[in-house]
């Protein structure tokens, strides 16, 4: 199991030269996690394949838990700009929001023992010594809010989109375990959106651009 090796803040590339570093050492992480188990994957190893000195890997990720938070971090920074939102046909948030989850779902199943080691990674980090951990909740939250067109959410909206998350990460550790196969992950994707988001509506429910829609209380008594 990876752990935490050290209590303080890694290093932040502050330099072209360092950037690129930091990059090789994400793809080295992505490689190697691609290929084995998070157990079998060495420092030392990514940071040969990254060509950078063990000490550079260790400043800038204390430990294999920091690597494939940030690893992960980088994966939803492609996926966010690879998948454009989508008009589901129903209009619905809830619709929406299951969409990019299952698009989400299917893209990490290509690579199911790097999915493995990012998400487990994730949710058995603390969020108070790899903080990066409260980027990847921001980056799904952002997503989702967008699918569902919820530019002023509610505090109640926040909380649901929480819940989804949630069980987000549960549907897709099921998944990497083999306790349910793809089918059955989306179909618990959609199921659970439309349990805990039947009570969203999108921004442009709650106020309509052309006037035929609710617009004070006063119309309904």
């Known amino acids: 199991m990876a752990r935490v090796a050290e209590m303080r803040a890694p290093a932040e590339p502050s330099s072209t ?3 690129a570093k930091y990059v090789r050492m994400l793809e080295a992480a992505a490689e190697l996690g691609g290929a084995k188990d998070l ?3 060495q420092m030392h190893e990514l940071a040969k394949l990254a060509g950078v000195a063990i000490g550079t890997l260790y400043r800038y990720f204390p430990s294999k838990t920091h690597l494939f938070v940030a690893v992960m971090v980088s994966k939803f920074d492609q996926l966010n700009a690879a998948i454009p939102t989508r008009q589901v046909p129903s209009g619905q948030p809830a619709d929406a929001i299951a969409e990019t989850l299952v698009r989400v779902l299917h893209v990490l199943m290509r690579r199911p023992m790097l999915a493995t080691s990012m998400i487990h990674s994730v949710i058995t980090a603390n969020v108070s010594t790899v903080v990066e951990v409260g980027e990847v909740d921001s980056q799904i939250r952002r997503a989702l809010l967008v699918a569902a067109r919820l530019n002023e959410p509610t505090e109640e909206d926040l909380v649901v989109i929480r819940l989804v998350i949630q069980q987000w990460y549960g549907v897709i550790q099921s998944c990497l375990n083999g306790h349910i196969d793809i089918a059955r992950a989306e179909s618990d994707l959609r199921m659970g959106c439309q349990l805990l988001l039947v009570h ?3 921004d442009t429910s709650r ?3 052309n006037g035929t829609g ?3 209380s006063t119309e309904h008594p």
Do not use: A, G, M, N
């Open 17 to 19: 030269l360092q950037r």
């Open 39 to 41: 157990d079998r994957v």
């Open 200 to 202: 969203v509506s999108s």
């Open 207 to 209: 106020h309509p651009v």
């Open 214 to 216: 609710p617009t004070s």
